[in-house]
């Protein structure tokens, strides 16, 4: 090896993404809790479309999707021409990044924001800029004091992930119209059908030419392990993406399961509620443990101890007990664990353990 090798400025900047555990050495029977994923998988027709998907894998996909773009336009209400897919959003974040940031440009996320945004921007040579939040909720003024004339992107996912707050649509749209010309709103719909009557930034969208939204598959759809997303924008931010997107970047499989899985409006709607219902549930009954949370609109809760040692401790306790949650350290919440909503019995669960981990138990 020759030292005069070298990648490209910034990724080694980068710090390995670490995915939530999904295991406990020695522990049985447990239940994970730490990816925010549909803990009743994906809608029957989905997995119907991907059986029946087994017929087609000698064929090369569609390069232009146009069977699930019409699906997702029809459901949303959306010109199809405007939508894009990806291999999860994370690709529609990091095709945004490579087309419209670069060394020497800034882009910016908030203090609590997901971390593929400061990956992406570090890939391709740009500078990530961390924008302080107030109490854990994005904070407009202060993103808008950040912005330069070298601000490109401004990603900001609402309801964001891991503080589960979002922001009105007021807000977005003062964002939107106080950016700096050069500068693209990028709105991170991972959570949004968790919200009841939400168009997660659609209408922006239709109003401006600088909001673009991400989408993914892998939350309410239950399909995280397909790897499926989609992004909406003005057409010539969608051109310019299409033009380094790989053109077979989705197999045939991904794009049949994901065609039937969003024409199933009516099983979105039942995770939807039954999320609401054992949101509350959890949220309530950690409350009255003393484990407070902001009010969350996505599929998870942030649960809040008094410092990072407590945090640390529950969850080591509530490891032993086969629950697995989510350490957000990385996240700038050293005191806080974030907790999926599970099924109501896995709920149960997790707030029977934290009450044997308050009354002293673990000790
Ligand atoms: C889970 C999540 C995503 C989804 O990523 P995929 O690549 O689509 O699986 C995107 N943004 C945020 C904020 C998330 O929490």
Avoid at 173 to 182: E, F
Wanted: charged share 20%; proline share 5%; hydrophobic share 40%.
């Amino acid at each position: 090896m020759t030292n005069a090798i070298r990648p490209q400025p910034g990724i080694m900047d980068i710090d390995l993404y670490v995915g939530g555990k999904a295991h406990v050495a020695g522990v049985q029977n447990v239940v994970k809790l730490s990816s925010n994923e549909n803990p009743f998988g994906p809608s029957d027709k989905a997995r119907e479309a991907f059986a029946r998907s087994v017929h087609q894998i000698h064929r090369y996909p569609s390069t232009d999707h146009a069977d699930l773009r019409a699906a997702i336009a029809d459901v949303h209400g959306m010109d199809p021409d405007r939508v894009i897919c990806g291999v999860g959003s994370d690709e529609i974040i990091m095709l945004l990044c490579q087309a419209y940031a670069g060394p020497g440009d800034e882009v910016i996320h908030t203090e609590h924001g997901f971390l593929m945004y400061s990956i992406s921007a570090k890939a391709v040579g740009a500078t990530p800029v961390q924008v302080p939040e107030r109490d854990r909720t994005t904070d407009v003024d202060a993103i808008l004091a950040a912005c330069t004339d070298r601000t490109r992107l401004v990603f900001l996912a609402n309801p964001n992930n891991p503080t589960g707050t979002m922001i009105a649509e007021a807000e977005v749209a003062r964002l939107a119209d106080s950016l700096p010309p050069q500068a693209m709103l990028v709105l991170d719909g991972a959570y949004a059908e968790y919200v009841e009557d939400f168009d997660a930034g659609l209408a922006l969208i239709e109003a401006r030419g600088n909001v673009v939204m991400t989408r993914t598959f892998s939350k309410i759809y239950g399909l995280g392990g397909l790897r499926i997303g989609w992004g909406y924008g003005p057409r010539e931010i969608i051109d310019v993406l299409n033009r380094i997107r790989q053109p077979f970047n989705l197999s045939n499989t991904q794009l049949d399961v994901a065609e039937a899985a969003v024409r199933d409006q009516a099983y979105v709607t039942k995770c939807r509620d039954e999320n609401a219902r054992m949101r509350h549930w959890l949220a309530e009954a950690l409350a009255a443990l003393g484990v407070p949370s902001d009010t969350s609109m996505a599929n998870f809760v942030l649960a809040r101890f008094h410092d990072a040692a407590e945090a640390e401790a529950c969850d080591a306790w509530l490891q032993s007990q086969g629950l697995i949650v989510r350490r957000v350290a990385s996240y700038n919440l050293p005191h806080c664990l974030r907790i999926t909503v599970g099924d109501e019995a896995s709920c149960r669960r997790v707030a029977h353990a934290v009450g044997e981990f308050k009354r002293g138990a673990q000790g």
